[in-house]
Nanobody
């Protein structure tokens, strides 16, 4: 079965940086497309970043110019580089990817940004 595992979250002060990683596993699995979403306490789920098979990325307005999504297909990994972090970025971050008609996501990784 396909499995996605996120890592890289933690505590960071405002203005700092973190790099989140997502590792996929499973027969024939590839990050042909996918992305990241997050959900903060008391907030609605927000799609943060997406990437197409052609490596076209899109970002939500709240993270644009601060976050960068990239992937290494050979290693079946996808990353989210987060710079200039703000307290409002505090959330659980999830990676996701579709594969053979189903959407998969990981267990999430907690990002907490202190003021």
């Amino acid at each position: 079965q396909v499995q996605l595992v996120e890592s890289g979250g933690g505590l960071v002060q405002a203005g700092g940086s973190l790099r989140l990683s997502c590792v996929g596993s499973g027969r024939s699995f590839e990050f042909n497309t996918g992305g990241w979403y997050r959900q903060g306490p008391g907030k609605r789920r927000e799609l943060v970043a997406t990437i197409t098979p052609g490596d076209v990325t899109n970002y939500s307005d709240s993270v644009k110019d601060r976050f960068t999504l990239f992937r290494d297909k050979a290693k079946k990994t996808m990353h989210l580089q987060m710079n200039s972090l703000k307290p409002e970025d505090t959330a659980i971050y999830y990676c996701y990817a579709p594969f053979v008609g189903l959407y998969y996501w990981g267990q999430g990784t907690q990002v907490t940004v202190s003021p």
